[in-house]
């Protein structure tokens, strides 16, 4: 019923950039955070972006701040991941998730994960 698909991931070379989409499904997530994790092999998944149910409001992980940029569209249930200036250390597979409103926290828990696309930027 509630489905997240992410797209946009592939190979790109050190310094190039990717656009990642995720489309939310079975429900409507205009009132609830929408967040990027990743998780890089041997690694732990990791929080990368979130931006609030206003839109007005984004947070970083402080390994990509000033590097990608956090977006949504509500009437379209759509959050996009702009990735420029990508690094080796950038590869990952990385997450579209929901947060329910109301939740204080930003980077934890989210209630919605899609199945992920993976990032490979090549040195």
């Known amino acids: 019923q509630v489905q997240l698909v992410e797209s946009g991931g592939g190979l790109v070379q050190a310094g190039g950039s990717l656009r990642l989409s995720c489309a939310a499904s079975?429900?409507?997530?205009?009132?609830?955070?929408m967040g990027w994790f990743r998780q890089a092999p041997g690694k732990e998944r990791e929080f990368v972006a979130a931006?609030?149910?206003?839109?007005?409001?984004?947070y970083y992980a402080d390994s990509v701040k000033g590097r990608f940029t956090i977006s949504r569209d509500i009437a379209k249930n759509t959050v996009y991941l702009q990735m420029n200036s990508l690094k080796p250390e950038d590869t990952a597979v990385y997450f579209c998730?929901?947060?329910?409103?109301?939740?204080?926290?930003?980077?934890?828990?989210?209630?919605?994960w899609g199945q992920g696309t993976q990032v490979t930027v090549s040195s």
């Open positions: 079975g429900r409507t997530f205009s009132r609830d955070r």
């Open positions: 931006v609030n149910w206003s839109g007005g409001t984004t």
């Open positions: 998730a929901a947060q329910t409103y109301g939740r204080r926290r930003y980077d934890e828990p989210y209630d919605y």
